[in-house]
Nanobody
Framework: EVQLVESGGELVQPGGSLRLSCAAS????????MNWVRQAPGKGLEWVST????????RYADSVKGRFTISRDNAKNTLYLQMARLKPEDTAVYYC??????????????RGQGTQVTVSS
């Protein structure tokens, strides 16, 4: 059974930083590209970033490019999202999901509990 456990979200002031983590189990982590997606209040899921299985190639949504950094530790089966210069519009529940492919924004229908990021003064 695929299990993805997100953590690290909290209330942060605009301009602040956070690092999210996603602990993966139940599948061969280093066989999958991985996505971060988010859901803001009252809105649908928004793709944020993808990282290749090699841990080097990455893709970002324009809204976060230059502020967020995705990374992974295949030895620890863990995915990360370093977020900097946070804005109120980054407020959302953040989820990690297996990516259908590195070049696609589409995720498998993995169901984690997500982690809440709130950017507010």
């Amino acid at each position: 059974e695929v299990q993805l456990v997100e953590s690290g979200g909290e209330l942060v002031q605009p301009g602040g930083s956070l690092r999210l983590s996603c602990a993966a189990s139940g599948f061969t982590f280093n066989n999958y590209a991985m996505n971060w997606v988010r859901q803001a209040p009252g809105k649908g899921l928004e793709w944020v970033s993808t990282i290749h299985t090699n841990g080097v190639s990455t893709r970002y949504a324009d809204s976060v490019k230059g502020r967020f950094t995705i990374s992974r530790d295949n030895a620890k089966n863990t995915l990360y999202l370093q977020m900097a210069r946070l804005k109120p519009e980054d407020t959302a529940v953040y989820y990690c999901k297996r990516a259908r492919s590195f070049v696609s924004n589409i995720s498998y229908d993995d169901r984690g509990q997500g982690t809440q990021v709130t950017v507010s003064s």
